[in-house]
């Protein structure tokens, strides 16, 4: 029950963004919805092999050009994917909080509470974004370091 009331979520996701529904993005978004994590390109691979590389490609593509879904780096500079939050739309991401990369799990996190701190640029200098990454351990990886 609780899968098809996602679907329609998507549903209007996607109707809201002028996107066709089809199969693998509805499959794409409900995977994504359903990590606590930012997930990779080869991560999704792995675990969705029926759907083609470069269709996946194409949806990520068009989910992060159309304020779905917000890029974010891990430690190794591979692109991490997550879900933006609603006020994010095409061409102006609001993904400004805070992104923690576990240095243990390799684990990438939106730390959405986490708000980034004001900063003054220099004349001149005219922002389109902002990102602020923490590395160190997550409350998983800390709890397992503490009990050894």
């Known amino acids: 029950m609780a899968q098809a009331r996602n679907n329609f979520h998507f549903e209007d996701l996607l109707n809201k963004h002028h996107l066709k ?7 794409v978004l409900s995977m994504m919805s359903s990590r606590n994590t930012a997930t990779s390109q080869p991560d999704l691979e792995s675990v969705m092999n029926d759907i083609d590389r470069v269709t996946l490609y194409r949806i990520l593509n068009a989910f992060e050009e159309k304020g779905i879904i917000h890029k974010i780096f891990d430690l190794n500079g591979t692109a991490n994917y997550a879900l933006c939050t609603s006020n994010c739309d095409e061409g102006h991401h609001h993904d ?3 992104h923690f990369n576990c240095t243990n799990c390799k684990n990438v996190y939106c730390l959405d509470d986490q708000h980034l701190p004001a900063i003054n ?3 001149g200098f005219e922002p389109t974004g902002f ?5 160190g351990l997550c409350p998983k990886c800390s709890k397992k370091a503490a009990q050894k």
């Open 96 to 98: 400004e909080h805070l």
């Open 131 to 135: 990102t602020l990454y923490a590395t």
């Open 121 to 123: 640029l220099p004349n």
């Open 21 to 27: 529904k089809t199969a693998p993005r509805l499959r």
